[in-house]
T-cell receptor, first 108, second 114 residues
Framework: GQSLEQPSEVTAVEGAIVQINCTYQ??????LSWYQQHDGGAPTFLSY????GLEETGRFSSFLSRSDSYGYLLLQELQMKDSASYFC?????????FGAGTRLFVKA | EAEVAQSPRYKITEKSQAVAFWCDPI?????LYWYRQILGQGPELLVQ????????DSQLPKDRFSAERLKGVDSTLKIQPAELGDSAMYLC????????????FGPGTRLLVL
């Protein structure tokens, strides 16, 4: 089967750096994705790792270690608008499974 | 910029009634997904289409839920009869091939069953 674990909540201050971890179990791994979802909105794609290493997109970076079945999303220079839920999602075979989400609270 | 369209945005119904949701994916996207998201949880895949064929409906409650994508373009998800526990956000997403690449989500339909 497939399962993902990520922290339920993270709190950080504006301007800081925060890391959201994700560990997974899956059969037939394609890659690890990250999505952001604001309250009342739809998930939007942030980042994808198909290979080991770091992917950087502006203030957001994502890391994958396939041997450890582990990845993380790194958010730098936090802004109030980054307060949202962040989901890791694992693609295995033709199926993508989403984690339960990490709710990020950014404080002034 | 191309978007996934969904309607209605909100639906209130009474239990035992039938409801239907519609989704129009991004043009050219072969893969279409229907998810259910309960408040505070991640999206749960209900059904995945590759063109007009179902490739995964293992989590679809088939006694009351049905989904179709007759011409491999837009799709309809139906619930009959609706139950109180069906209250949730129903999200549609599409992707080009369905092999782990980016999924583009529509705005969702928020269903409330009374």
């Amino acid at each position: 089967g497939q399962s993902l674990e990520q922290p339920s909540e993270v709190t950080a201050v504006e301007g800081a750096i925060v890391q959201i971890n994700c560990t997974y179990q899956t059969s037939g791994f394609y890659g690890l994705s990250w999505y952001q979802q604001h309250d009342g909105g739809a998930p939007t794609f942030l980042s994808y790792n198909g290979l080991d290493g770091l992917e950087e997109t502006g203030r957001f970076s994502s890391f994958l270690s396939r041997s450890d079945s582990y990845g993380y999303l790194l958010l730098q220079e936090l802004q109030m608008k980054d307060s949202a839920s962040y989901f890791c999602a694992v693609a295995g075979g033709f199926k993508t499974i989403f984690g339960a989400g990490t709710r990020l609270f950014v404080k002034a | 910029e191309a978007e996934v369209a969904q309607s209605p945005r909100y639906k209130i119904t009474e239990k035992s009634q039938a409801v239907a949701f519609w989704c129009d994916p991004i043009s050219g996207h072969a893969t279409l997904y229907w998810y259910r998201q309960i408040l505070g949880q991640g999206p749960e895949l209900l059904v995945q289409f590759q063109d007009e064929s179902v490739v995964d409906d293992s989590q679809l409650p088939k006694d009351r839920f049905s989904a179709e994508r007759l011409k491999g373009v837009d799709s309809t998800l139906k619930i009959q009869p609706a139950e109180l526990g069906d209250s949730a956000m129903y999200l549609c997403a599409s992707s080009s091939m369905g092999q782990g690449e980016t999924q583009y989500f529509g705005p969702g339909t928020r269903l409330l069953v009374l």
